[in-house]
Every structure is written in C-alpha cells, then in structure tokens.
C-alpha cells in the first residue's frame, strides 16, 4: 500500500531540516526529500566552516525583504533557544555573530540531523523533486523515478545556486518568481590596475554609486582580486548591483581622515622623506603596491622631493574616492545567496501558498536575503521551524 505522510519536505538544508524536526516534533510523520546523497551539506561550508548561525542583533535593515511578516516570524524566533532545545550550545563574538560553542559547522548539522531522526523524519536522500501533482487533497511529488505521497508540502530547497528545480514547481503551481541574481559576492570590475594589486586587503568605507549618486556604504576590510572587489563589505553592497544602470564602487582609503588632514599629512611625509623615491611616498600609510597604484597617473617624477601641491591635492582626492566601474556581480557559483525568489505577494503570514492550499514556503527560495553575519541562517532557522509548524497543523485542520 502506498504510504502517505502527513508533511513531505522538498529540501533537507538550514530550512528543511527546521521544518522536519518542528513538524516531527507535533509527532506527524515526514519525509524529508533531498536531492544530494546527504542532508545539510551546505551547512558545513558557513562561516568559513564555523557557521556563523544567527546574530545578537537581529533588525529589519540588515534584511532585503519586503515582507513585514518575514520579521514577525523572526521576532518570534531565538536560535540560541532553538539550538539549546537541540543540545547545541553558542556563543557570540565581539561583534554580536552568534556561532556554536564548538566553533565547527558540522556541529550544527550534526544537532539538526540527530532531532529530525530521533523525532522519527524519515530522510529520502538521492531525490530530486520535479514535479508536484495533487489527487483528493493528497499531493504527489516526483523525482525521475521515484513518488512520495503526503498531505502537506513544505519547499525548502533554497536559492538558485542550490541548482534548484523547485523555482519551476512553484512557477507550474502558479508562483510569480521575482528576478533572480547573485548577492553576497565580489563584484567585478575592469580596471588593469586589479591586477597588481591581486591578494591585498585594506580597511575601507565603501560605496556603491548608480551614474555617481551613492546608494550605500559600508565599512570594513577590502580584499583585491585580479578582475574583482571582494570583502564582507562588498559582500554586503552587492544585493544592489543588479539594479543599478552604471554601478561602480569608490572606496575611502583612510577614513580616519578628513581631505585636509590628508593634505597636511602627506605634506609632512613629502618633508620627511624628501630624499626617497615616489614609490615610497605612501608606503607608510598603505601596503607598497597599494601606494604605487595611487600615484600612478598623477606623479611621474622620481624623487619625493619633486612632488608638487598639485599633485599632493589629486592624491589626496584619489586616496578618499578612489572609484572602479563595476561590470557585474560574480556568478551564482561564487555567490553565498540569491536576491530574488517566490513572491512574497502570493504568500500568507503562514508562509502558506495563498494559491494552492497545503503548500508551504522556507528559507531562500523566497524572495528574501541579508547582510552577512549570520542573518541569513537565522531567516532559514525561524522560517524552517515556522512552516514546518504550519504544515504539521494543517492536517488536523483539514
Ligand atoms: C559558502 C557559503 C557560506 C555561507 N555562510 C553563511 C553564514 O556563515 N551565515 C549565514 O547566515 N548564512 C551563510 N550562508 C548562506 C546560507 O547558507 C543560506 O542562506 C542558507 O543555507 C539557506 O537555507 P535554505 O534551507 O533556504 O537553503 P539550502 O541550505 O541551500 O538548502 C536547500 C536544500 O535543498 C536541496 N534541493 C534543492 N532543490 C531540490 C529539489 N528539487 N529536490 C530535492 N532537494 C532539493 C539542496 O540540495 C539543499 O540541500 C552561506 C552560504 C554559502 C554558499
């Protein structure tokens, strides 16, 4: 006979994994479908292998979402509980992320893995969902060859790098998919100046400009690459490129600064090392090679000494503004998630279908992303759980 569970869940990462363990945990039978050959594999390349899982500070703003009940969700939500209620102990670093005590990734989804199999999920690995059909209120979701029958859904099965099939079943069910693009990734840029520069980091404010009107700024370490901008910073500015018609990214070399204080000091520097060569001049503000690239263009005279105020007020404005024309975002490949997905629009506060009763949503397939810092994973947790909650419910109310 063909079995039914009460809640099938078509994707076993961050969010999935919530969902089994809530909807288990309301003792309703699941299976938990997974395309690769093991759950949660994603989970162990976060944070650096550390997983950074959540955040002391969780605050719309650093979410790129225009779901107000997105937040609701959240609020009603605390990882360290959640984790705690797994066995799973955290802790947070000086700047609010919240990582697990051990400080390894593999401990999280170890904890994940172990409640969803002692509260009896049942995972189905090796399954690629591709189509989804309904007969009498009972839903059917396929692979190539393989069916699994339950009475509610959930679709967990993440953002467009996931190589995921499931945008398709939502679009087939009816769902509006917003424009995808990749979002905390480098940005890439044409300047051959990259080149020789490939490797460094500088500390930075960054600003994303649309035709030189700035769209947001950001702090922090900066790293070159050979065609790219890279940095959490960057990271953090990237959500924006996409929409942007002539994006590029200035950067403030020295932000503790003003342009005069600039200016006075690099009068001082002209004094004291007057006997040296130019490709010194900065060398005691930045690495080398970052000093060579700046005065490139505005200084060709060898020594120090020749340098003129001209020259001193063109450095000065180019160490504070230096700015690289930005092609596009990097691919989906090397990005750590997708802006875009289902639309929040057909969704309700449940994370519900308003389309097709019994589906439900979670994690980055919808049309949510965040800064870096772990509020990420904190939207897959609290979504995870939420929707896995609200397809255990739905049996009962049927
Ligand atoms: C390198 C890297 C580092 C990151 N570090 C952090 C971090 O430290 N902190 C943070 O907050 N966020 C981080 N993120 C982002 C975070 O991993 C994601 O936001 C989160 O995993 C999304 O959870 P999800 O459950 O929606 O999707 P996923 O975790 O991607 O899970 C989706 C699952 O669904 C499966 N699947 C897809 N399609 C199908 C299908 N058709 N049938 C069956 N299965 C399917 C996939 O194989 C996958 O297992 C990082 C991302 C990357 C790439």
């Keep these: 006979m063909t079995r039914i569970y009460d809640v099938a869940i078509i994707g076993a990462g961050a969010s999935g994994l919530c969902a089994a363990i809530a909807a288990a945990?309301?003792?309703k039978s699941v299976a938990l479908l997974e395309k690769n050959a093991r759950v949660g594999k994603k989970i162990l390349a976060t944070g650096n292998g550390r997983c950074n899982l959540s955040n002391e500070n969780i605050k719309p703003e650093s979410y790129h979402c225009k779901a107000q009940f997105a937040f609701d969700i959240m609020e009603n939500f605390d990882a360290r509980e959640f984790f705690a209620s797994l066995g799973l102990m955290c802790k947070a670093d000086s700047q609010g992320r919240i990582y697990p005590y051990s400080n390894t990734a593999a401990s999280?989804?170890?904890a994940l893995r172990l409640a969803a199999q002692n509260y009896g999920a049942e995972e189905?690995?090796?399954?690629?969902a591709m189509d989804i059909d309904n007969k009498n209120g009972i839903f059917c979701i396929k692979s190539e060859n393989d069916s699994v029958y339950a009475k509610s859904v959930v679709i967990s099965s993440g953002g467009y790098q996931s190589n995921n099939s499931s945008y398709k079943i939502a679009k087939k069910l009816g769902h509006k998919i917003t424009a995808l693009s990749p979002s905390l990734c480098?940005?890439?840029?044409?300047?051959?100046?990259?080149k020789s520069l490939k490797g460094i980091r500088v500390n930075a404010i960054a600003t994303l400009l649309d035709n030189d009107t700035?769209?947001?700024?950001?702090?922090?370490?900066?790293?070159?690459?050979?065609?790219?901008?890279s940095g959490i910073?960057?990271?953090?500015?990237?959500?924006?490129?996409?929409a942007c018609k002539k994006p590029s990214v200035k950067l403030d070399l020295c932000p503790d600064f003003s342009h005069n204080q600039l200016k006075e000091l690099l009068f001082k520097i002209k004094k004291d090392r007057k006997k040296n060569l130019c490709e010194d001049f900065l060398s005691g503000l930045f690495p080398k090679r970052i000093g060579q690239a700046l005065i490139k263009d505005i200084i060709n005279s060898k020594q120090i000494c020749d340098i003129n105020s001209e020259q001193i007020e063109k450095l000065c404005k180019?160490?504070?503004?230096?700015?690289?024309?930005?092609?596009?975002?990097?691919?989906?490949?090397?990005?750590?998630?997708?802006?875009g997905g289902v639309d929040f629009l057909q969704i309700k506060n449940t994370?519900?279908?308003k389309l097709v009763k019994g589906i439900f949503f979670c994690g980055e397939v919808l049309d949510i992303d965040a800064d870096c810092g772990g509020f990420n994973l904190n939207w897959a947790w609290a979504s995870g759980v939420f929707a896995g909650t609200n397809a255990a419910n739905f049996g009962e109310k049927r």
């Design 108 to 110: 999280v989804l170890d």
């Design 186 to 194: 480098p940005v890439l840029c044409d300047d051959p100046v990259l």
């Design 214 to 229: 700035p769209k947001k700024s950001e702090s922090g370490e900066i790293q070159f690459a050979d065609n790219a901008l």
């Design 25 to 27: 945990r309301h003792k």
């Design 124 to 128: 189905i690995c090796n399954f690629n």
């Design 351 to 353: 994370l519900e279908s």
């Design 233 to 242: 910073c960057i990271f953090n500015l990237s959500h924006m490129v996409s």
């Design 318 to 339: 180019k160490v504070k503004s230096w700015e690289f024309n930005v092609r596009k975002n990097e691919s989906f490949k090397n990005a750590q998630v997708t802006n």
